[in-house]
Protein backbone atom coordinates (compact mmCIF):
# COMPACT_ATOMS: atom_id res chain seq x y z
CA UNK A 1 0.00 0.00 0.00
CA UNK A 2 0.87 3.26 -0.95
CA UNK A 3 0.78 6.98 1.06
CA UNK A 4 -2.37 8.92 -0.08
CA UNK A 5 -2.05 12.29 -1.16
CA UNK A 6 -4.93 13.12 0.58
CA UNK A 7 -4.41 11.17 3.46
CA UNK A 8 -2.95 14.58 6.55
CA UNK A 9 -0.85 11.54 8.00
CA UNK A 10 1.42 11.30 5.42
CA UNK A 11 1.67 15.19 4.43
CA UNK A 12 5.32 15.50 6.36
CA UNK A 13 6.59 13.31 3.20
CA UNK A 14 7.99 15.46 0.29
CA UNK A 15 7.44 14.37 -3.83
CA UNK A 16 9.48 12.48 -6.48
CA UNK A 17 8.57 11.67 -9.85
CA UNK A 18 9.50 8.29 -10.76
CA UNK A 19 8.22 7.45 -13.73
CA UNK A 20 7.14 9.40 -16.79
CA UNK A 21 5.63 8.79 -20.33
CA UNK A 22 4.21 10.54 -23.77
CA UNK A 23 2.32 8.25 -25.63
CA UNK A 24 0.36 8.70 -28.95
CA UNK A 25 -2.19 6.46 -29.43
CA UNK A 26 -5.51 5.40 -31.90
CA UNK A 27 -7.82 2.52 -30.41
CA UNK A 28 -5.63 2.02 -27.70
CA UNK A 29 -6.96 -0.49 -24.65
CA UNK A 30 -5.35 -1.08 -21.79
CA UNK A 31 -7.46 -3.99 -20.77
CA UNK A 32 -6.25 -5.02 -17.46
CA UNK A 33 -7.59 -2.94 -14.45
CA UNK A 34 -3.70 -1.78 -12.39
CA UNK A 35 -2.89 0.52 -9.66
CA UNK A 36 -0.10 2.36 -8.50
CA UNK A 37 1.76 2.86 -5.16
CA UNK A 38 2.10 6.41 -6.58
CA UNK A 39 0.02 9.31 -7.99
CA UNK A 40 -0.75 9.36 -11.48
CA UNK A 41 -1.55 12.52 -13.69
CA UNK A 42 -3.03 11.62 -16.91
CA UNK A 43 -3.17 14.84 -19.19
CA UNK A 44 -4.50 14.51 -22.61
CA UNK A 45 -2.56 17.21 -25.03
CA UNK A 46 -5.12 16.57 -27.94
CA UNK A 47 -7.83 14.02 -28.51
CA UNK A 48 -9.29 11.89 -26.24
CA UNK A 49 -9.14 9.13 -23.31
CA UNK A 50 -11.53 7.36 -21.12
CA UNK A 51 -10.58 6.22 -17.26
CA UNK A 52 -12.17 3.92 -15.68
CA UNK A 53 -11.58 3.42 -12.28
CA UNK A 54 -13.44 1.74 -8.94
CA UNK A 55 -13.47 2.90 -5.65
CA UNK A 56 -15.67 0.78 -2.90
CA UNK A 57 -16.45 -1.89 -5.70
CA UNK A 58 -17.99 0.69 -8.33
CA UNK A 59 -16.45 1.28 -11.28
CA UNK A 60 -16.64 4.77 -13.01
CA UNK A 61 -15.56 6.75 -15.82
CA UNK A 62 -13.43 9.58 -16.42
CA UNK A 63 -13.58 10.93 -20.37
CA UNK A 64 -10.93 13.43 -21.18
CA UNK A 65 -10.98 15.73 -23.75
CA UNK A 66 -7.80 18.00 -25.34
CA UNK A 67 -6.21 20.09 -21.78
CA UNK A 68 -8.30 17.98 -19.20
CA UNK A 69 -6.65 16.09 -17.11
CA UNK A 70 -7.00 13.18 -13.85
CA UNK A 71 -5.08 12.85 -10.60
CA UNK A 72 -5.77 9.74 -9.72
CA UNK A 73 -4.79 8.80 -5.94
CA UNK A 74 -2.52 6.09 -4.84
CA UNK A 75 -3.84 2.29 -5.46
CA UNK A 76 -6.68 3.25 -7.33
CA UNK A 77 -7.87 0.39 -9.63
CA UNK A 78 -7.96 1.90 -12.83
CA UNK A 79 -7.82 0.88 -16.94
CA UNK A 80 -8.20 3.16 -19.76
CA UNK A 81 -8.98 3.64 -23.42
CA UNK A 82 -9.04 6.14 -26.55
CA UNK A 83 -11.39 5.86 -29.56
CA UNK A 84 -10.76 5.88 -32.95
CA UNK A 85 -9.48 9.35 -32.98
CA UNK A 86 -5.41 10.20 -32.03
CA UNK A 87 -4.79 11.10 -28.59
CA UNK A 88 -1.39 12.07 -27.36
CA UNK A 89 -1.51 11.50 -23.58
CA UNK A 90 1.34 12.51 -21.08
CA UNK A 91 1.93 10.08 -17.63
CA UNK A 92 3.37 11.55 -14.73
CA UNK A 93 3.73 9.22 -11.62
CA UNK A 94 4.39 10.63 -7.92
CA UNK A 95 5.60 9.20 -4.63
CA UNK A 96 5.47 10.85 -1.65
CA UNK A 97 8.39 9.83 0.45
CA UNK A 98 8.34 9.40 4.16
CA UNK A 99 10.28 11.41 6.11
CA UNK A 100 12.09 13.11 3.40
CA UNK A 101 12.31 16.92 2.31
CA UNK A 102 13.51 17.89 -0.43
CA UNK A 103 16.64 20.30 -0.93
CA UNK A 104 14.70 23.61 -0.52
CA UNK A 105 13.59 21.79 2.71
CA UNK A 106 10.27 21.82 1.49
CA UNK A 107 7.69 19.02 2.52
CA UNK A 108 3.88 18.74 0.94
CA UNK A 109 2.70 19.95 4.37
CA UNK A 110 4.82 23.22 3.62
CA UNK A 111 3.26 23.80 0.59
CA UNK A 112 -0.14 23.40 1.36
CA UNK A 113 0.40 26.01 3.91
CA UNK A 114 2.10 28.17 1.13
CA UNK A 115 -0.61 27.64 -1.04
CA UNK A 116 -4.47 27.97 0.16
CA UNK A 117 -5.58 26.44 -3.54
CA UNK A 118 -3.11 23.41 -2.47
CA UNK A 119 -5.00 23.19 1.06
CA UNK A 120 -8.27 23.32 -0.65
CA UNK A 121 -7.26 20.56 -3.60
CA UNK A 122 -5.84 18.10 -0.94
CA UNK A 123 -8.64 18.92 2.30
CA UNK A 124 -11.39 16.99 -0.16
CA UNK A 125 -11.38 13.24 0.30
CA UNK A 126 -10.75 12.80 -3.43
CA UNK A 127 -9.64 9.35 -5.12
CA UNK A 128 -10.06 10.53 -8.39
CA UNK A 129 -10.04 14.40 -9.29
CA UNK A 130 -10.43 15.25 -13.21
CA UNK A 131 -9.84 19.20 -14.19
CA UNK A 132 -9.54 20.99 -17.27
CA UNK A 133 -5.86 22.84 -17.49
CA UNK A 134 -6.11 26.83 -17.90
CA UNK A 135 -2.60 26.94 -19.86
CA UNK A 136 -0.05 26.47 -16.46
CA UNK A 137 -0.03 22.42 -16.01
CA UNK A 138 0.80 21.90 -19.54
CA UNK A 139 3.71 24.65 -19.10
CA UNK A 140 5.23 22.47 -16.42
CA UNK A 141 4.80 19.42 -17.43
CA UNK A 142 6.72 20.47 -20.68
CA UNK A 143 9.48 21.91 -18.77
CA UNK A 144 9.56 18.55 -16.64
CA UNK A 145 9.40 16.03 -19.37
CA UNK A 146 13.14 18.45 -21.04
CA UNK A 147 14.59 18.21 -17.63
CA UNK A 148 14.11 14.06 -17.64
CA UNK A 149 15.10 13.93 -21.27
CA UNK A 150 18.30 15.88 -20.13
CA UNK A 151 18.66 13.72 -16.84
CA UNK A 152 18.69 16.98 -14.98
CA UNK A 153 15.79 15.74 -12.72
CA UNK A 154 17.72 16.28 -9.39
CA UNK A 155 18.44 19.69 -7.35
CA UNK A 156 16.39 22.71 -6.65
CA UNK A 157 15.41 23.64 -10.04
CA UNK A 158 13.23 20.44 -10.49
CA UNK A 159 11.69 20.18 -6.69
CA UNK A 160 10.63 24.31 -7.50
CA UNK A 161 9.33 22.73 -10.47
CA UNK A 162 7.08 20.00 -8.40
CA UNK A 163 6.34 22.82 -6.35
CA UNK A 164 4.67 24.55 -9.72
CA UNK A 165 3.01 22.10 -10.97
CA UNK A 166 0.58 21.15 -7.82
CA UNK A 167 -0.15 25.26 -7.75
CA UNK A 168 -0.90 25.51 -11.08
CA UNK A 169 -3.09 22.09 -10.62
CA UNK A 170 -4.80 23.99 -7.39
CA UNK A 171 -5.45 27.45 -9.41
CA UNK A 172 -7.77 25.04 -11.89
CA UNK A 173 -9.18 22.98 -8.91
CA UNK A 174 -9.98 26.64 -7.17
CA UNK A 175 -11.32 28.15 -10.57
CA UNK A 176 -13.38 25.25 -11.75
CA UNK A 177 -14.98 23.90 -7.98
CA UNK A 178 -15.47 27.05 -6.26
CA UNK A 179 -17.34 29.65 -8.20
CA UNK A 180 -18.66 32.76 -6.07
CA UNK A 181 -21.33 35.15 -8.15
CA UNK A 182 -24.83 33.53 -9.02
CA UNK A 183 -23.96 34.47 -12.83
CA UNK A 184 -20.38 33.52 -12.73
CA UNK A 185 -21.13 29.90 -11.10
CA UNK A 186 -23.58 29.29 -13.91
CA UNK A 187 -21.26 30.48 -16.69
CA UNK A 188 -18.22 28.41 -15.33
CA UNK A 189 -20.56 25.52 -15.12
CA UNK A 190 -21.53 26.01 -19.06
CA UNK A 191 -17.96 26.93 -19.93
CA UNK A 192 -17.06 23.60 -18.10
CA UNK A 193 -19.84 21.64 -19.84
CA UNK A 194 -18.70 22.98 -23.41
CA UNK A 195 -14.80 22.32 -22.50
CA UNK A 196 -15.58 18.68 -21.68
CA UNK A 197 -18.31 18.28 -24.58
CA UNK A 198 -17.32 20.71 -27.75
CA UNK A 199 -15.17 17.79 -29.24
CA UNK A 200 -19.00 16.47 -29.99
CA UNK A 201 -22.41 17.83 -31.29
CA UNK A 202 -23.86 19.75 -28.64
CA UNK A 203 -26.56 22.48 -28.75
CA UNK A 204 -26.76 25.61 -27.25
CA UNK A 205 -29.96 24.65 -25.43
CA UNK A 206 -28.12 21.51 -23.54
CA UNK A 207 -25.36 23.75 -22.35
CA UNK A 208 -28.19 26.48 -21.18
CA UNK A 209 -29.65 23.05 -18.99
CA UNK A 210 -26.55 22.10 -18.11
CA UNK A 211 -25.99 25.38 -16.54
CA UNK A 212 -29.47 25.90 -15.13
CA UNK A 213 -30.64 28.80 -16.32
CA UNK A 214 -32.30 29.98 -19.93
CA UNK A 215 -30.44 30.19 -23.11
CA UNK A 216 -31.55 33.78 -23.50
CA UNK A 217 -30.12 34.50 -20.04
CA UNK A 218 -26.78 32.56 -20.47
CA UNK A 219 -26.32 34.02 -23.90
CA UNK A 220 -26.51 37.71 -21.77
CA UNK A 221 -24.05 36.37 -19.21
CA UNK A 222 -21.49 35.32 -22.61
CA UNK A 223 -22.05 38.34 -24.60
CA UNK A 224 -21.26 40.53 -21.13
CA UNK A 225 -18.02 38.30 -20.25
CA UNK A 226 -16.66 36.94 -23.65
CA UNK A 227 -18.49 39.37 -26.17
CA UNK A 228 -19.89 36.36 -27.75
CA UNK A 229 -22.97 34.08 -27.79
CA UNK A 230 -23.10 30.68 -26.53
CA UNK A 231 -23.12 29.42 -30.26
CA UNK A 232 -20.48 31.77 -31.13
CA UNK A 233 -18.51 30.80 -27.96
CA UNK A 234 -18.25 26.77 -29.05
CA UNK A 235 -17.00 27.89 -32.93
CA UNK A 236 -14.19 30.01 -30.83
CA UNK A 237 -13.42 27.43 -28.70
CA UNK A 238 -13.44 24.98 -31.56
CA UNK A 239 -11.42 26.48 -34.09
CA UNK A 240 -8.78 27.06 -31.21
CA UNK A 241 -8.42 23.43 -30.17
CA UNK A 242 -8.44 22.82 -34.40
CA UNK A 243 -5.40 25.74 -35.17
CA UNK A 244 -3.62 24.26 -32.08
CA UNK A 245 -3.62 20.83 -33.52
CA UNK A 246 -2.79 22.06 -37.28
CA UNK A 247 0.21 23.85 -35.49
CA UNK A 248 1.64 21.03 -33.26
CA UNK A 249 0.68 18.02 -34.61
CA UNK A 250 0.85 16.25 -38.45
CA UNK A 251 -2.90 14.99 -38.04
CA UNK A 252 -4.88 15.02 -41.55
CA UNK A 253 -7.10 17.89 -41.65
CA UNK A 254 -10.08 15.27 -42.55
CA UNK A 255 -9.92 13.84 -38.94
CA UNK A 256 -9.25 17.23 -37.22
CA UNK A 257 -12.46 18.66 -38.06
CA UNK A 258 -14.26 15.73 -36.22
CA UNK A 259 -12.03 15.68 -33.31
CA UNK A 260 -13.13 19.29 -32.43
CA UNK A 261 -16.59 18.38 -32.83
CA UNK A 262 -17.98 19.10 -36.60
CA UNK A 263 -19.83 17.16 -38.35
CA UNK A 264 -18.68 18.96 -41.62
CA UNK A 265 -15.50 19.70 -43.65
CA UNK A 266 -17.60 22.73 -44.99
CA UNK A 267 -18.88 24.43 -41.90
CA UNK A 268 -15.14 24.12 -40.62
CA UNK A 269 -13.73 25.53 -43.41
CA UNK A 270 -16.28 28.26 -42.83
CA UNK A 271 -15.46 28.67 -39.22
CA UNK A 272 -12.10 28.88 -39.58
CA UNK A 273 -11.78 31.12 -42.69
CA UNK A 274 -13.89 33.75 -39.89
CA UNK A 275 -11.40 33.39 -37.28
CA UNK A 276 -8.22 33.23 -38.94
CA UNK A 277 -8.72 34.84 -42.23
CA UNK A 278 -7.70 31.53 -44.78
CA UNK A 279 -8.55 27.71 -44.72
CA UNK A 280 -7.50 25.07 -42.73
CA UNK A 281 -5.07 24.04 -45.88
CA UNK A 282 -3.51 27.05 -46.42
CA UNK A 283 -3.28 28.24 -42.54
CA UNK A 284 -0.96 24.54 -42.62
CA UNK A 285 1.23 25.35 -45.71
CA UNK A 286 1.98 29.17 -44.15
CA UNK A 287 3.64 26.88 -41.20
CA UNK A 288 5.53 24.59 -42.92
CA UNK A 289 9.04 25.82 -42.56
CA UNK A 290 8.09 28.52 -40.54
CA UNK A 291 7.56 26.68 -37.21
CA UNK A 292 10.81 24.22 -35.65
CA UNK A 293 9.09 21.13 -34.62
CA UNK A 294 9.86 20.48 -30.57
CA UNK A 295 10.48 17.28 -29.24
CA UNK A 296 7.37 16.67 -27.03
CA UNK A 297 5.07 17.55 -29.58
CA UNK A 298 6.03 14.71 -32.11
CA UNK A 299 3.96 11.55 -32.43
CA UNK A 300 5.95 9.43 -30.88
CA UNK A 301 6.42 7.40 -27.67
CA UNK A 302 8.67 8.48 -24.90
CA UNK A 303 8.73 6.61 -21.63
CA UNK A 304 11.03 7.47 -18.60
CA UNK A 305 11.87 5.94 -15.34
CA UNK A 306 13.55 7.58 -13.26
CA UNK A 307 15.80 6.02 -9.65
CA UNK A 308 13.79 6.44 -6.74
Not at 51 to 60: A, F, L, N, S, T
Not at 211 to 231: C, D, H, I, P, R
Not at 278 to 303: D, H, I, M
Request: charged share 20%; proline share 2%.
Amino acid sequence: MGLSFFDKRNWNAWMRVTYYATNTWKNYCLDYAHSHDRLELVYVYYGELTIRYCVDGQWKDLTLYSNDYALLDVDILHTMHTGSCISQVFSVEIRLIPDAVSELQFTLKHLIQCDEAVGELFAQPHTAVKLSDAGHVIAVIRELQQCMERSEHIGNYFDQLICLLFTAIGNDYHRQRYPHKPGIRHLRKATDYISSNFHREIGCREIAAQAGVSLNYLNKLFTEQFGMTVNAYVNYLRIQEAGQLIERTDIPLTEIYRQVGYKTNQNFNKQFIKQHGLAPSAYRRRLKGTQQEKNFEKNNNFVCELPE
